[in-house]
């Protein structure tokens, strides 16, 4: 029943600029956020936020990206400005329900490739 379908990948020059979408539906969520996967390199946080609206980014994206959610929507949105060739990775929406459940639930992720 949970759903989290994700949008906005694609391949852009260095410097460039790319925003993803994820629309989740089916349960409410505390936190959602996006999460990187490079070849070669495990899955690691980009960017969080809480319905309360606490944000956290990893370091190598701080000023760079800015994280957004519509509560009302359950949707998250990430703007990735300044794109470096690192930022290349497949990004994936992630959210976390409620209590009690608080299950975490995945996107199927879209590509983000960065290239000259």
């Known amino acids: 029943q949970v759903r989290l379908v994700e949008s906005g990948g694609g391949l852009v020059q260095p410097g460039g600029s790319l925003r993803l979408s994820c629309a989740a539906s089916?349960?409410?969520?505390?936190?959602m956020g996006w999460y990187r996967q490079a070849p070669g390199k495990q899955r690691e946080l980009v960017a969080s936020?809480?319905?309360?609206?606490?944000?956290n980014y990893a370091d190598s994206v701080k000023g760079r990206f800015t994280i957004s959610r519509d509560n009302a929507k359950n949707t998250v949105f990430l703007q990735m400005n300044s794109l470096k060739p690192e930022d290349t990775a497949v990004y994936y929406c992630?959210?976390?329900?409620?209590?009690?459940?608080?299950?975490?639930?995945w996107g199927q992720g879209t590509q983000v490739t960065v290239s000259s």
């Open positions: 936020i809480t319905r309360g609206g606490s944000i």
């Open positions: 992630h959210a976390q329900g409620v209590v009690p459940v608080m299950y975490d639930y």
């Open positions: 089916g349960s409410i969520f505390s936190a």
